[in-house]
């Protein structure tokens, strides 16, 4: 089993859609939830992070964590066009003084106009 | 501010040549440095990671290797590529709890041996 899985995608959606993308993870060790943005050939680049069970938001974007359950979403509101891109979840830890970080496999989102 | 740079942007290579690519960091110091390697529908797979100058520690067994010259220098090295080391090729640097726990990315290489 994956320490952490995510669904792959891709997923097309209409302009204004809310967007739903979940990773789950098997560590109960982890301790940092974090959601990256990637755009085609480039780096990812951090969207959100937190630490503690429940919603964190950010302008169009929320971020939920239920521990209990071992499960991570990240909801995008009004998506637009501007928001197709491929979103990583990543989860780490600290060990032995060194942030371990899993990344997901990645969602494909694609926004139609 | 930090800034994180690495080249080249792109590497078309034959098997079996030699491998170098590079990632400095600017604006901190004492980072932990991180490669990774990215491959279609796998995700991110974390290469090697640095704590400190000199300390390189290894999460899977490659064809690569890596050093760390300087402190916010890391290099990523091959001595005789293999067909399956083509892939995307991302540096990043984090630094401790608490303050900040994310990873920065550099732009990637990306990289196909032919």
């Known amino acids: 089993q994956k320490e952490v899985e995510q669904d792959p995608g891709p997923l097309s959606v209409p302009e204004g859609a809310i967007v739903s993308l979940n990773c789950t993870y098997s560590?109960?060790?982890?301790?940092?939830f974090m959601w990256y943005r990637q755009y085609s050939r480039k780096g990812p680049e951090l969207l959100m992070y937190?630490?503690?069970?429940g919603n964190k938001e950010d302008g169009r974007f929320t971020a939920q964590v239920d521990k209990s359950s071992k499960y991570i979403s990240l909801f995008i509101r009004d998506s637009q066009p501007s928001d197709s891109a491929t979103y990583l979840c990543?989860?780490?830890?600290?060990?032995?003084?060194?942030?371990?970080?899993?990344f997901g496999t990645g969602t494909k989102l694609q926004v139609i106009p | 501010s930090q800034t994180i740079h690495q080249w080249p942007a792109t590497l078309v290579q034959p098997v079996g040549s030699p491998l170098s690519l590079e990632c400095t960091v600017e604006?901190?110091?004492?980072?932990?440095l991180y490669w990774y390697r990215q491959a279609a529908g796998r995700g991110l797979q974390l290469l090697f990671y640095?704590?400190?100058?000199?300390?390189i520690s290894s999460e899977v067994p490659q064809n690569l290797s890596a050093s760390r010259p300087q402190d916010r220098q890391f290099i990523l090295s091959s001595k005789k590529l293999l067909l399956s080391d083509s892939g995307f090729y991302l540096c990043?640097?984090?630094?401790?709890?608490?303050?900040?726990?994310?990873?920065?990315f550099g732009q990637g290489t990306r990289l196909t041996v032919v």
């Open positions: 937190t630490y503690s069970s």
């Open positions: 990543a989860m780490s830890y600290n060990s032995g003084g060194y942030q371990k970080v899993t």
């Open positions: 640095s704590v400190g100058i000199g300390q």
């Open positions: 990043a640097w984090s630094v401790l709890f608490p303050v900040n726990t994310e990873a920065f």
């Open positions: 560590n109960s060790a982890f301790q940092y």
């Open positions: 604006g901190t110091s004492n980072p932990n």
